[in-house]
């Protein structure tokens, strides 16, 4: 139940080919298996995730999803469609999820088609966390854990500027991590009950320590 960080990499452009290298150093190094993958839809990423890792769940951000899905529309109309997608992200059930999809793609799908066909074809990943409970969902659907790792890396890169090597960059991302990874100490709130929900969900896949 607590954050740890895999590796650190390097590119000049993020696609399949980078991720893919990702994903079979993760697997080189010792990682058997990921239950449940939380990715910005960066375009290759589920795709290298599933070549790798085959049986893995690949969760799209809904916090990554809302933002682009605003990006598109009036600033004066934001916040009523804003509510709307609570609707859908926010619902009990997966059911009560897809009608108000349907509801989204009525009244906003003539205006805004673009953002209602987004919603549409990512639905399948975008609707993973629904198999789950509610207090568990929150630690399945977003990426908020990397982000907020990334804006105190971004803080030590911006004041040194420019770098001399890849290298030089690496060094210090490296030693800004290690001073981050210190203040994880706190398992994610609930984390008992949570694995064990895990350990039933994905049998023979997440074996408990007995005490």
Known sequence: GK??????FLSESEGANFWLQVLSDLQHRGVKDILIACT???????????????????????????RNSLKYVASKEQKELAADLKLIYGADTKDGAESALLDL???????YPVVVRSWNSNWE?????FAYTKPNRKIIYTTNAVEGYHRQVRKVTKIKGAFTSD???????????KRIE????APIHNWGLTVQQFAIRFEGRLVLDAE
């Open 182 to 185: 210190r203040k994880w100490t």
């Open 3 to 8: 954050k740890e960080l895999l590796g650190m």
């Open 167 to 177: 290298m030089a960059l690496l060094k210090l991302v490296y030693l800004a991590a």
């Open 105 to 111: 793609e009525e009244k906003w799908g003539k205006k």
């Open 40 to 66: 910005d839809n960066l375009t290759g990423f589920p795709e290298a995730i599933h070549s790798i890792f085959p049986k893995a769940e690949v969760q799209l951000c809904i916090v990554h999803q809302i």
């Open 125 to 129: 990943r975008l609707s993973a966390y």
